[in-house]
Structure formats: C-alpha cells, structure tokens
C-alpha cells in the first residue's frame, strides 16, 4: 500500500513472526537487516514479542538460537509458541497425551508427562510438523492409538498453517497432517497456533497490549496478517521467507501495508512517530 493510513493511531506494541521474518528455516544465519531492525524498535521503546507456530524447537532452545543469531533482546518470555500454551490446556483438562511432534519440542510438554501412569491409555493427539519422522507408518501408529481411545480423542493442533520455506523448499506444514486426522477420527482439532484470536491474546498479554495500538509484522497472509486483522491489529506484511506475490492480491485479506523486509517496515514506522 502507498498510503499510510495505518500511522494515523499510535503504535505501543509489536508481534513478529519468526520463520520469514527473523530468519529462514533450513538457512544459518538472520535475514539481513532484521537484527539491527530489532535493535532500533528496542532503542525506540516499544514493546515486542515474538509469536511462532514453530514447533519443531522448544521455546527456550529457540530463544537461545536466535541469540546464536545476534537477537539479544530476546529471552524464552519474549516467545508465544503452540507447545506450552497446549501442554497448559493438557494440564488443566487433565488430558493424557500421545504426542505426534518432533523430538525436541517435548520439553515444552514435560511439565504435562510429568507423573503420568505409563500403563494409562492416550486421549489426545498432539500433532505438530514431524520433519524426517514423516511416514506411513509413523502417522498410522499415531491413528491406531485414538481409534483404539475408550473415549472420544481431541487433537490438538500446534499451528494450522499450510506450507512453510525451509531452504529453497516449500514444505507441507502441520495443518495438513492435522486434516488427515480429523478426517480420519471425525474429530475437529483444537488449534493452539496462529491464526487464532486466542493465540493472538496471548502474545497480547506479553506485550500488556491492546489490538489497536498494536501492529503483528509477517510473512504469512493468513495467519500472520489476516489473523491479527481479525483481533482488531494492523498486519504489515514482508516480502521475505514464504511471501508470494499473489499474497497482495488473493486470499480476500489485505495487509495494511508490504514491505521489502523486517529492516524496510521498522524504517518506515520510526519515520512515522
């Protein structure tokens, strides 16, 4: 967009995505420019948080990787990710969960596995991106285990989106193997990922934000943009990780300004205080 319309009420708070924005999946190193954009909206005072539906890393091994990156500013509290908000819901329904994720993001579940009889029977899946433990009989071990639940299973569901960039790839995302299950069960999934408003509250929670001083920056029309426009935010989009250029333009959902990058959009809001 050319016109700042977004600008015309103030900005306290902003939500960033990290994939796409912060750096690229299958890439070392930040996406050039976007450390040094982190600094200055730091420097500025406004208030941050990073909300992901990276579920491959548990919080803290994600916030010490963008450390690795040149992110100082960020710590584990600074990150709304899918795995601890649904190991909190796991805990207070009292649920019993098998856990259809990558390795490494079972730290984040611990405190829900802690003090579970190992002879108790799941009922519910929690279904993230599983990388290379992708396969048939991987995802009919996961289906076996719910079919055979004494009671009706949840899914849940650590993001919904439908493809992500890793490397010079487009891989297929969670979302789509959370179709297959519901599909396969009859259960529709509960979603702890973007774009639900929920999920949006809490990265509002962290930044003590309200939705209209707060802007959500990414590089997902859907649920980066059209998932905080929903909540009543602006959505900026840029033009690194997944970004199409038939995003601008599909999709029914309009981001309230494009831009090159993370370095481009935080140069374009401190010339507009």
């Excluded at 309009?254 to 481009?264: G, H, K």
Aim: with cysteine; proline share 4%; net charge negative.
């Amino acid at each position: 967009m050319t016109n700042h319309d977004w600008a015309k009420k103030p900005i306290k708070n902003i939500l960033l995505d990290i994939n796409g924005v912060l750096f690229e999946s299958g890439k070392d190193g930040p996406i050039a420019g976007s450390v040094d954009a982190m600094k200055k909206l730091v420097k500025h005072g406004y208030n941050f948080c990073l909300i992901t539906n990276e579920c491959t890393l548990a919080k803290r091994s994600l916030a010490k990787k963008l450390s690795s990156y040149g992110y100082d500013c960020v710590t584990s509290d600074k990150i709304v990710s899918p795995a601890p908000v649904a190991c909190r819901y796991i805990r207070e329904q009292k649920l019993i969960p098998y856990l259809h994720t990558w390795d490494e993001v079972q730290e984040d579940f611990q405190p829900a596995l802690d003090g579970l009889d190992s002879q108790a029977s799941p009922n519910c899946l929690v279904v993230g991106d599983v990388m290379s433990k992708l396969n048939r009989d991987y995802m009919d071990q996961s289906l076996e285990m719910m079919l055979n639940c004494t009671e009706k299973p949840q899914i849940i569901s650590l993001g919904s989106g439908r493809y992500y960039k890793d490397g010079d790839r487009l891989r297929m995302d969670t979302g789509a193997y959370v179709a297959a299950f519901e599909f396969c069960l009859g259960v529709k999934a509960i979603n702890f990922g973007k774009p639900t408003a929920a999920f949006f509250k809490e990265a509002l929670d962290v930044v003590n934000g309200q939705p209209e001083d707060t802007i959500m920056i990414g590089d997902d029309i859907v649920s980066d943009v059209g998932g905080a426009q929903k909540c009543g935010m602006r959505g900026f989009l840029v033009r690194t990780g997944k970004y199409k250029k038939s995003d601008e333009t599909n999709h029914g959902i309009r981001a309230d300004c494009v831009f090159d990058n993370l370095s481009q959009a935080v140069e374009t809001i401190l010339q507009n205080l």
